[in-house]
């Protein structure tokens, strides 16, 4: 019995030590410390802590490995080593002939182990173990509980910090994914925080007032900094609301009313604000703001310069004007059709000649319409010749119909 409460009070002392020297360490620190002084009281060849990963093929990845010299590399695959059985959340103990038993564990191989003690990182009952934490002798073991019972002591500690670990990362990687897709987005990113929040209750003069008054640029991308005339987002973090799209554009201020109206949904406008040279630029802007409990707390959004695209409908515009007065001044018939056959366009020339009239031919086919029956394989074979010749011109001659008459045309 006395045998017994000394060996007890070992390895209490054991515990509290290891505890004490590694409780204000954490992350890698944590582990790096945790495994030397659990391989010093333990009196283990190495003490490893290693983490589940995942992808193409499952693996354990070092957090920690104390063997007197730390390994440059010790990562292994999980199928067929001893932590693979630990994955599935049961502690292993092996007194003898390890690598034998486990003949595939790279890891075992690399370390000359003999025997070893395993247990699962559990973060939190229910879970699947996020890791291991293992110590591995170069001899045989005839007892491996006590080892075993140390270990599940610093497990629990140990799956806490691995849990952070990850969770860090994933939010750091979340981060990384959201700074990369801002900085590298073609179209202005933005976001508006206010002073204080906005209520919603009030009316939309109330809203735009103290969405003015309390809003600032908390954030924005390059891309809206260049549509400002500015290279960098620093240069434009933090103007005023009034400085960025002043209310005394009607455009601007009928959007801001736009977004209140919709409770501050997803809105889609298009605002034409004046450059600082006086010029108007085109902007098609979306927005949702974030309310919680009746108050306006953030807005973000998207700007998109459509200038240039509301530059070329214009000129669009203007050209296809410019021809359709062509085509009205020409005393030539002029038809134009869809590839269907439809009619899409006819002059007023042909309307006076044949005596047909718009409503006569709106959605009609022209070979039903205006082609005799016996030449429509004709003039349909010469418009499919048309379309697959599209560079250059094709001749052909046929009757016109008319409400009362035909005419032969060319």
Known sequence: MASGRLHSNHQKRSVLQIARRVSATIGNDFFCAMAKHLAQALAADCVFVGEFVGGQVERVKRLAVFAGVEPDDFEFELAGSAAAEIALGKAILCRAGAQRRFPSDKALKRLRADAFAGVPLIASEGTAPAGVLMAVYRKTVPNLSVAKSILEIFAPRAAAELERKQEHERLSESEQRYRAFVSLNCDGMWRIEFEQPVSTEGTEEQQLEQIYRYGYLAECNDALARQFGFEKAGQLTGWRLNDLAPLSNPSVREANLYAIRSKHAFTTVETAPINRDG???????????????????????????????????????????????????????????????????????????????????????????????????KAQAAFASAKLQSEAATHFECPLLGPKERRWIA
């Open 279 to 377: 010029t108007r630029r085109h902007i098609l802007r979306s927005q949702w703001g974030i309310v919680e409990n009746g108050m306006l707390l953030r807005v973000w959004g998207t700007a998109r310069d459509i200038t240039n695209l509301k530059n070329i409908e214009r000129e669009l515009d203007a050209s296809e004007r410019q021809m359709a007065d062509l085509l009205e001044s020409l005393n030539l018939l002029v038809v134009m059709l869809h590839e269907d056959g439809t009619i899409a366009f006819c002059n007023k020339h042909l309307y006076l000649l044949t005596g047909w009239s718009s409503a006569d031919v709106a959605g009609k086919n022209w070979f039903d319409l205006m082609i005799p029956p016996e030449d429509r394989d």
